[in-house]
């Protein structure tokens, strides 16, 4: 990012970044909440327990990849995946990046289940502890900026900033102005307050820049976490805001306006941009709402498991992957695990040729299990994701070149 060489007075005030929250024009953003959590409770009663499992898996992956992406570190979908099995590739560069996408994907599996309320998420102790559970995982040497100053876990910045067009507050005058966001942000209630919510301490927190580097990965992660009680995991902003990299700065960019006129609200910074940024982020989560929903939709789902198996047996020549086989995997999409004895029974064949399509969907990780005898769970592996889940993903059916 570019420096500024015209700097601004500097933040030191907590009122300095008022408006917390947009106060007018409120019907629009109001109506577009509900529409979000209406869809999400509609997405989260679709398909079994298990194929939703399974989904969650994958946007950890995918938000690991986009989060990453953004700040211009992304590695190829494969390499998350060979890191998830700690298989780190021999380039220095492509193992740091795995390294990094990892630790973002455990800190989501860490901090999920301690969100009580969206507004637990959206405590700056929470954004600590999002920056502390990415940042301890890694190395010092990857926790170094290029220019040479070490990242501590969860530790504020000690000295001044400027991050492009943006100074960011006085390192000192920290605590105050994460109290202030504490305060207002704390007190969310109410449905209709949610995502405004959300969305504004989203902005706040990257604009206060509170640690010496982090802070986009960090915000992000807590605002996964604060989404998580409507989303369930099955779908991210995350995603919204990576494919529209350079909007996603705009929007972030022209939140950071100083009040513009008698008619733009009594905070220091303008309410009227506020209002634009929470309209564009409320918009996104509809949108990936919306598109997991076309993802999630039953007879599609059925449809699509049916092509893959086709598609592959033909191409490849396997035989396990057959017509029988595919009731059998409809049914864990539909209705959860089932023993590895009724799928065998539901496809209709011989116990041994039952056996080696089991094998083979294990192996494949179409099929998941726990153990030897475990019961079968549906899986979406990321070789199949551009038939099973098209569009979802689709970096991860791209040839690796890093």
């Known amino acids: 990012m570019s420096v500024k060489s015209d700097l601004i007075a500097i933040y030191d005030q907590p009122h300095q970044f008022e408006p917390l929250l947009p106060a007018q024009n409120l019907v629009e953003l109001v109506d577009a909440t509900r529409r979000v959590f209406e869809k999400s409770a509609a997405l989260k009663a679709s398909a079994s327990p298990e194929a939703r499992s399974a989904i969650r898996e994958i946007v950890r992956s995918m938000n690991s990849y986009y989060s990453n992406g953004i700040e211009g570190q992304a590695t190829h979908p494969a390499n998350i995946e060979r890191a998830l099995r700690h298989d780190f590739s021999e380039k220095p560069d492509v193992a740091k990046r795995q390294r990094i996408a990892l630790a973002h994907i455990e800190a989501e599996r860490e901090l999920e289940p301690s969100v009580t309320t969206e507004a637990s998420a959206l405590s700056s102790a929470f954004l600590r502890e999002a920056h502390k559970s990415l940042y301890s995982r890694l190395s010092r040497e990857d926790r170094t900026t290029e220019d040479g100053r070490v990242v501590e876990p969860a530790g504020l910045r000690v000295h001044e900033v400027v991050v492009g067009r943006h100074q960011p507050p006085a390192w000192k005058s920290l605590p105050q102005f994460l109290a202030r966001m504490d305060q207002v942000y704390g007190r969310l209630h109410g449905v209709d307050a949610v995502l405004i919510n959300i969305a504004s301490a989203h902005h706040r927190m990257a604009w206060t820049h509170p640690f010496e580097d982090g802070n986009g990965r960090a915000s992000r992660l807590q605002t996964h976490c604060a989404l998580f009680p409507i989303s369930g995991g099955l779908w991210s902003v995350n995603r919204g805001l990576a494919r529209q990299r350079e909007r996603y700065y705009e929007m972030l960019d022209g939140a950071d306006s100083a009040h513009q006129g008698d008619l733009d609200g009594r905070g220091n910074l303008s309410q009227k941009m506020l209002w634009a940024w929470c309209c564009y982020f409320i918009e996104l989560c509809e949108d990936q709402v919306n598109f997991m929903g076309s993802m999630l939709d039953l007879p ?73 005898r475990g019961a079968l769970r549906i899986g979406f592996p990321m070789s199949a994701l551009n038939i099973l889940l098209p569009n979802l993903y689709p970096e991860a059916s791209t040839v690796m070149l890093d």
């Open 300 to 372: 599609k789902l059925k449809d699509r498991l049916r092509a893959h198996v086709m598609v592959k047996g033909a191409t490849e020549g396997l035989t396990e992957y057959r017509d029988e086989a595919v009731l059998p995997l409809q049914t864990l999409a539909v209705s959860g695990a089932m023993s590895r004895g009724d799928f065998i029974r539901m496809t209709g064949l011989e116990e041994r040729t039952g056996r080696k399509v089991v094998s083979r969907f294990l192996s494949d990780g179409l099929l998941k299990s726990d153990g030897h």
